[in-house]
């Protein structure tokens, strides 16, 4: 007889009709389009559709075909595009979701939706088979497009962890030097208050042999609450051999004038005579904006900076001075910063730990003094 062979015939008819039924709600409810799959989540990597979907080939339903076949091959022309590239990149296969997601983007204009998320997904894709320059410019065409707040402050802070990781390592930090810069410089524009990207530009500056500019975002970076105490460490390494030619173990004493309970220090700044008050709580030492206004040629070379004040940040910038002098002590090339102050208050600027803790210092209250030695 053969009625056990029809028997079996049937019961993979039927399997395999389950199993189809079951797939399709399993893609319904599964995963959105814009995020990979788990590793091991996914079914094996089928044929590749095509970006508006495959006809199932009359080869797969010829009637030699296995169900099986037929079914892996249906089930591929389910999937859109992202959802392909997301199942390739759980299984691992880089290269097959790049060349899709790149053939998407081909296609697709920019202000679509799909658009945006392939290029964040082709970003990822690019970063896992090690095409560093090529994911960074793809995760900065994400951030140029994506219109959604949320998404867009993930993926600059993504970014900006991805450049730190880059640029913590050695080799390719040596390697690709200048084009690290740039592109930290880049995303700093775009979060000029991450303190840690200021951090390790100042760290790259420095090593760079470029003390303006190394100076420049380490002070950028000890206005951050959580980069403050290592970028003040850095300072004093970039300034530790001008603390104004005061030789080691030296002491100088500088006569202050009363201000209330405060202190204000008279000093020279390109030849004009100023007072700047006493403030060991200012990272940078800085001018008004109304004696920058009545001495405009002393900027040059300015700097955007955020400054933080009781009121909250500001937006300010640094310039370079050729020399400040403070009694018989010189600090040429010094940056100073324009200060939100107006003319109100008799000083003209403030004089902070950016020249005070190139030294150990003490203000002697009683006696309107303050007393200088340089570290050791």
């Known amino acids: 007889m053969r009625t056990p062979g029809v028997l079996a015939l049937c019961l993979a008819a039927f399997a395999a009709g389950f199993y189809a039924n079951d797939y399709r709600h399993q893609l319904q409810a599964g995963a959105g389009a814009g995020e990979p799959l788990a590793a091991g989540a996914a079914p094996q990597a089928l044929a590749t559709p095509s970006l508006g979907g495959s006809p199932i080939p009359e080869s797969a339903t010829s009637p030699g075909s296995s169900p099986a076949a037929a079914l892996a091959i249906s089930s591929a022309a389910l999937l859109t595009p992202l959802e392909q590239a997301n199942r390739w990149i759980a299984l691992g296969n880089y290269p097959q979701a790049a060349q899709l997601l790149e053939q998407l983007l081909a296609q697709l204009p920019a202000a679509d939706a799909q658009h945006t998320r392939a290029l964040r997904l082709l970003a990822r894709v690019y970063e896992e088979q090690g095409r560093h320059v090529l994911a960074i410019a793809s995760w900065f065409d994400y951030v140029a497009q994506e219109v959604d707040a949320q998404q867009l402050q993930d993926g600059l802070q993504y970014l900006a962890s991805y450049l730190l990781r880059l640029a913590a390592n050695p080799v390719f930090a040596q390697e690709q030097a200048d084009w690290l810069m740039q592109q930290l410089?880049?995303?700093?524009?775009?979060?000029?208050?991450?303190?840690?990207?200021?951090?390790?530009?100042?760290?790259?500056?420095?090593?760079?042999?470029?003390?303006?500019?190394?100076?420049?975002?380490?002070?950028?970076?000890?206005?951050?609450?959580?980069?403050?105490?290592?970028?003040?460490?850095?300072?004093?390494?970039?300034?530790?051999?001008?603390?104004?030619?005061?030789?080691?173990?030296?002491?100088?004493?500088?006569?202050?004038?009363?201000?209330?309970?405060?202190?204000?220090?008279?000093?020279?700044?390109?030849?004009?005579?100023?007072?700047?008050?006493?403030?060991?709580?200012?990272?940078?030492?800085?001018?008004?904006?109304?004696?920058?206004?009545?001495?405009?040629?002393?900027?040059?070379?300015?700097?955007?900076?955020?400054?933080?004040?009781?009121?909250?940040?500001?937006?300010?910038?640094?310039?370079?001075?050729?020399?400040?002098?403070?009694?018989?002590?010189?600090?040429?090339?010094?940056?100073?910063?324009?200060?939100?102050?107006?003319?109100?208050?008799?000083?003209?600027?403030?004089?902070?730990?950016?020249?005070?803790?190139?030294?150990?210092?003490?203000?002697?209250q009683d006696a309107a003094q303050l007393r200088l030695r340089k570290r050791h």
């Open 185 to 364: 410089n880049d995303v700093i524009r775009l979060t000029p208050d991450n303190g840690e990207l200021h951090l390790r530009l100042a760290n790259m500056h420095w090593e760079a042999k470029d003390k303006e500019l190394s100076q420049y975002h380490a002070l950028m970076a000890a206005n951050q609450q959580d980069t403050h105490t290592r970028a003040q460490a850095l300072l004093l390494v970039i300034n530790g051999d001008t603390a104004g030619g005061v030789a080691s173990g030296e002491e100088v004493t500088l006569a202050l004038q009363r201000y209330g309970n405060q202190f204000l220090v008279p000093l020279e700044i390109d030849g004009i005579a100023a007072r700047l008050l006493l403030d060991t709580g200012a990272s940078i030492s800085g001018l008004t904006s109304s004696f920058v206004e009545r001495h405009h040629n002393l900027v040059r070379n300015t700097k955007p900076i955020t400054l933080n004040t009781a009121s909250g940040t500001v937006e300010s910038y640094v310039f370079v001075v050729n020399n400040l002098r403070l009694a018989s002590l010189d600090f040429p090339k010094h940056l100073l910063a324009r200060l939100p102050m107006d003319s109100s208050a008799p000083f003209d600027g403030l004089l902070g730990v950016d020249i005070l803790g190139r030294f150990e210092f003490v203000i002697d």
